[in-house]
């Protein structure tokens, strides 16, 4: 009973001192100018994905059937659902 009554009584110390330390701790980073120098290549062109089409086949995809489900509405910038 006594080892129970020491053990509960540091983890209740244990909660207490990191309660203190989450309310009264320095936790907040000091502000400090950085700055990096990016490079930006605007004139290059993105790259294509490359895909060769199936030799052999001269006929067209066919058509999507009419029975398929209707597209669903176009998500805006800030629509995160």
Known sequence: ???LAGVLAL?????AGLL???YFGDMKA???ETRLPV?????????AATTTAPVGTDTPA?????S?????PQAGQNDLD
């Open 68 to 72: 398929a489900a209707p597209a669903a």
């Open 1 to 3: 009973m006594r080892l």
């Open 62 to 66: 066919p058509a999507p059937s009419d």
């Open 30 to 32: 000091d502000p400090q």
């Open 39 to 47: 490079q930006l290549d605007l004139g290059a062109a993105p790259l």
């Open 11 to 15: 983890v209740i110390l244990g909660l």
């Open 20 to 22: 203190g330390y989450a």
